[in-house]
């Protein structure tokens, strides 16, 4: 199993366990892919939940760049409901993660296709 391979495995495991949800694990493995080699780096394969920077960071880079929203309230609301449901308390809230459950939250799975 490669390392890309055991990380999806862990992600689709932390969207069972923690956000009690079932992954579609080819759309997973898209966002997965679509986040690069940022998964492999400690730091930049997380999100801080509690970082405004981070949180802008997001905003921004994925759901603006990536999947071609709209400036609004309701980015940074989508945000922090994914936090919520991933666990604020949750050390490592994975950015793959976080990124699949925006992209289910704003129906943009097409971006991946």
Do not use: W
């Not at 400690?42 to 880079?61: H, M, Q």
């Not at 609301?77 to 990124?99: F, L, M, P, Q």
């Amino acid at each position: 199993m490669s390392k890309r391979d055991e990380l999806i495995a862990k992600y689709a495991s932390d969207l069972t366990e923690k956000c009690k949800m079932q992954p579609d694990l080819a759309l997973l493995t898209k966002v997965t892919i679509g986040c690069g080699p940022s998964i492999y780096n400690a730091d930049s394969s997380t999100v801080a939940g509690s970082d405004p920077e981070e949180l802008e960071t997001v905003r921004k880079n994925f759901l603006m760049k990536k999947l071609g929203l709209e400036d609004s309230p309701k980015l940074i609301e989508a945000i922090n409901a994914v936090i919520d449901t991933y666990g604020r308390s949750e050390r490592n809230k994975y950015r793959a993660v976080v990124y699949y459950m925006l992209v289910k939250h704003f129906g943009k799975e097409a971006v991946y296709g």
